[in-house]
């Protein structure tokens, strides 16, 4: 009887186990079959040739394999969501956590967490359909597909993010050290931008790197309002393409398994995986060292 | 009490008359009257709950920070003779002239230079040398600028416990208050550090008129000149600090003393 | 004393100059939310109608429906749940439960965090190759449910550790002091105290789910689709088919992503109409998941 309860036990704690460690197969698997697919891509293309190139033209008749391309394309609709999400997501989290009553706070933090529900394709609409024809009106030059557009909607996307996570870290400060500040007489104002933002630091960083890490990895918002296009220019009226976006064209078209353009998305995943595993690491422990400062 | 109060009366720095103070619906001090000599040291003690912090930080409107809070009767302060907890008043003008060193060390997680610039700094000051000198001056005031004037831009939460607490009351002091709140300065400290941050104290009241909430009593005799015993939102007793440890006039006051209770 | 007056008014000035900014950016998100609503709905709610539900795809805007992209996007959400709610609850009951603090812990903790911050395209890659290609499930309903399941995993992980944490040692104790095994404290305690919060984090992964375009685009869901997988009941025995499985699949997002991207006028209403759906489907599952979490805190406290 005892012996029996004993093998139960054992056997329900190896697959619990076995389910916990699905995660590291994943990424194994995610890295092997990125390093594997693409390891036939190089064997071809040079990597110098792949990193400094300034043309991306893989299904062309004459295909050229330049990065570049892809890289500005990212850059551009990256830092147009950011000059976005960074400001009104710092700001919307020091507004909630020092400024608004509890009323106002309990119901724009959910209202908050919704923008990141929609579905993308929903914002991409929105950014083709919507924001591009209003755009137009005031900038004559802007073209129907734009990294603009989709820049700003992408950057309101993740205001969540930002505010969330900045909200949490500051709201962690210690109340005696927010005291400390109000009994020298110090406005909300001083005392956010001069103690709490201080003090919420690495929280604040960690809470901008995720911003960072989701404006890289979105795809349909681009794929649909930003053209699809490897220009190499950081003009943000012209249309340009990011990794994502090129990624989704290749799987749109009928690309045969094992062929040199199969190997290009691969190839453009690596770049956006490794990107990625790098501000996703950087604000892994951001957010670890607050919790062990306080 | 009575013949104490006429021969204080013209060296008063503030004076509480029928304070009320309310959490929401809940009262939490009672009908407080108590005036406080300029330059001298005034303790509260009483068991814990009794509602000496809340007194306290009633003096420069801590409780505003938090809703729910309502004051009524009068704290006046002298020479001015305005009403420190009037609605009419501004708590940021109030905490100006009214500093507060707090239980538990709470510098910011800043240089020590740029903890004691704080106050200067929330007031608009920003020339480098009335900086440096009211910087040094009042870190010389809390008796720690020997200690720390070589290295005034490291981050403040190097300093130990109680070069942290002497830091919080030179940047308490950096905006010469006019009254230095003190709320159980020492509860966080070891007993070195504590009889420094008494030394302290006791010196500082030449300058400024002082209150402090401790709980400890042997500290209350050591540092005031005179003494308010709070029991569940009240004052019980009040009078010179000798007085009340020697002989006070009234049981509970007595027994709280010997440690037959708190 | 003058002087300090008037530093006062300026500092309270910007004091309140900020509130008003702060409180006009925490609404921009709100502001967008309604304007997208309201653009979508106008758009394309002359479109909605019966036969919008109950036709297939087709070259002109006015017959085409949502047919295939519902159905599909049912039978996927099916896989998923299926695999991502007992794989990830379970890593989640291992996790809190059963590791000691040790490095392999560690890493696995690192791992999930970093999971869950990775593109959701890479995720389509990794199906491309792994459940396409390696295992041979080819572009299936199968394959585009599984891919679903690795983006959503870390999130019901994470949510179900959450939960479980929440709840105080004591009661572990006390099932201990009864002589339970572990896995009966887990399964008469653990597990039944937790289930508010496992099951928000399930329909919250889930809504995302239904959601996603991108990997779903790269495990070859077709876009235009005018036929149903086979029926999951057939007439003959043993009456049950898993067929439909291994047949290639649309979803709505994907419909919705073909409709927006032609130029054609009457298939951008089309697109507002599966966009007004799509919505629905995903506020409708917030809104589940957030009165569960309400309902759960209400009745439970520690």
């Known amino acids: 009887m005892r012996k029996k309860i004993r093998l139960k036990e054992f056997f329900i704690e190896a697959v619990l186990f076995l389910s916990a460690a699905s995660s590291i197969f994943i990424t194994l698997s995610i890295v092997i ?70 009323k106002v706070r309990e119901t724009v933090k959910p209202v908050l967490e919704l923008l990141a529900a929609v579905p993308t394709v929903v914002y991409g609409y929105f950014a083709l359909l919507f924001l591009t024809p209003i755009l137009q009106k005031f900038i004559p030059d802007l073209s129907g597909f734009n990294a603009l557009s989709p820049g700003i909607i992408m950057g309101i996307m993740i205001i969540p993010y930002v505010s969330s996570v900045s909200e949490d870290a500051m709201r962690a400060v210690p109340m005696h050290i927010k005291e400390g500040s109000y009994a020298m007489g110090a406005t909300r104002l001083q005392t956010a931008f001069k103690v709490i933002i201080p003090a919420a630091f690495s929280g604040i960083a960690a809470a901008f790197i995720i911003g960072i890490s989701r404006a890289i990895g979105e795809t349909m918002v681009v794929a649909i309002a930003a053209g699809m296009m490897p220009n190499f220019t950081f003009n943000p009226l012209e249309p340009v393409q990011t990794f994502t976006s090129y990624i989704v064209m290749v799987s749109l078209g009928d690309v045969p398994h094992g062929t040199l353009e199969y190997k290009t998305i691969f190839a453009a995943g690596i770049a956006l995986f490794f990107m990625t595993l790098f501000f996703n690491i950087l604000g892994f422990f951001l957010r670890a060292k607050i919790r062990e400062r306080y | ?115 004691v610039a704080y106050g200067l700094r929330v007031r608009g000051i920003n020339n480098k040398q009335i900086l440096n000198e009211r910087v040094e001056k009042s870190l010389r005031g809390a008796a720690l600028w020997e200690e720390v004037k070589d290295r ?111 | 004393m003058k002087d300090i007056k008037r530093r006062i008014a300026i500092s309270k000035y910007w004091d309140y100059t900020f509130a008003t900014i702060g409180l006009l950016s925490s609404f921009v998100g709100l502001a967008l939310l309604l304007t997208l609503f309201l653009d979508l709905f106008i758009d394309g709610f002359p479109r909605l109608s019966y036969k919008f539900f109950t036709s297939f795809p087709s070259r002109f805007p006015e017959n ?68 396409v290609y390696f295992f041979k499930f080819g572009e299936s309903i199968l394959t585009g449910g599984l891919a679903l399941t690795l983006l959503i995993l870390p999130v019901v992980i994470m949510a179900t550790r959450e939960a479980i944490r929440a709840i105080p040692n004591s009661i572990r104790e006390a099932s201990y002091a009864l002589g339970a095994t572990k896995w009966q404290t887990v399964r008469w305690h653990i597990l039944p105290y937790s289930t508010g919060g496992i099951l928000t984090g399930i329909i919250i992964g889930l809504s995302r789910a239904i959601g996603e375009t991108a990997p779903l685009i790269t495990v070859g869901a077709l876009t235009f689709i005018a036929f149903l997988p086979t029926s999951p009941l057939s007439s003959d025995f043993p009456f049950i088919s898993f067929r439909w499985l291994l047949d290639p699949f649309t979803v709505m997002p994907i419909q919705l992503f073909n409709w927006v991207s032609r130029p054609q006028k009457g298939f951008h209403m089309n697109a507002a109409a599966a966009g007004i759906v799509l919505m629905v489907m995903t506020l409708v599952m917030n809104g589940i998941a957030i009165y569960i979490r309400y309902r759960f805190r209400k009745k439970i406290k520690w």
């Open chain 1, 33 to 102: 079959i990125l390093f594997y697919e693409s390891y036939g891509f190089f064997k071809k293309i040079p990597i110098i040739e792949f990193l400094t190139g300034t043309q991306w033209t893989p299904l062309f008749a004459e295909p050229r394999f330049g990065v570049l391309p892809l890289v500005t394309g990212t850059l551009l609709t990256t830092s147009i969501a950011l000059s976005v999400a960074l400001p009104l997501g710092l700001i919307a989290a020091i507004y909630l956590s020092e400024y608004a009553p509890h």
């Open chain 2, 1 to 115: 009490m009575s013949e104490m109060s006429i021969a204080i009366s013209e060296k008063l720095k503030s004076e509480v008359k029928n304070l009320n103070f309310y959490y929401g619906a809940v009262q939490a001090l009672k009908n407080i009257s108590l005036p406080i000599e300029r330059r001298k040291v005034t303790a509260l003690i009483g068991p814990s709950g009794c509602g000496k912090t809340t007194f306290l930080r009633c003096f420069n409107r801590m409780h505003d920070l938090y809703p729910g809070n309502r004051y009524e009767g009068e704290i006046i302060l002298y020479p001015d003779n305005i009403n420190i907890i009037s609605t009419e008043i501004d708590p940021i003008e109030i905490r100006m002239q009214i500093s507060m060193v707090f239980q538990k060390p709470n510098p910011f997680p800043k240089s020590i230079y740029e903890n």
């Open chain 2, 152 to 262: 005034l831009h490291d981050l403040a939460f190097e300093l130990s416990g109680g070069q942290q607490q002497r830091l919080c009351i030179a940047r308490a002091l950096a905006t010469d208050p006019r009254i230095l709140l003190f709320d159980e300065p020492t509860s966080a400290l070891d007993p070195t550090a504590t009889s420094k941050i008494e030394e302290l104290i006791i010196e500082l009241k030449n300058e400024v008129t002082i209150i402090i909430v401790t709980h400890n009593m042997q500290q209350a005799a050591r540092v005031s000149d005179s003494t308010a015993f709070m029991y569940l939102g009240e004052i019980i007793e009040f009078d010179r600090t000798e007085k009340i440890f020697t002989a006070p006039t009234k049981k509970l006051t007595e027994e709280y003393i010997t440690g037959r209770f708190g």
């Open chain 3, 64 to 131: 085409a429906g949502i047919l295939s992209a519902w159905v599909g996007t049912v039978l996927v959400m099916i896989v998923t749940a299926l695999a991502a709610i007992p794989l990830g609850v379970a890593a989640g009951i291992y996790l809190e439960e059963y590791a000691g603090k040790n490095l392999f812990t560690n890493i696995i903790e690192i791992n999930i965090a970093n999971l869950a911050g990775i593109p959701s395209i890479i995720y389509g890659l990794l199906a491309l190759g792994l459940f």
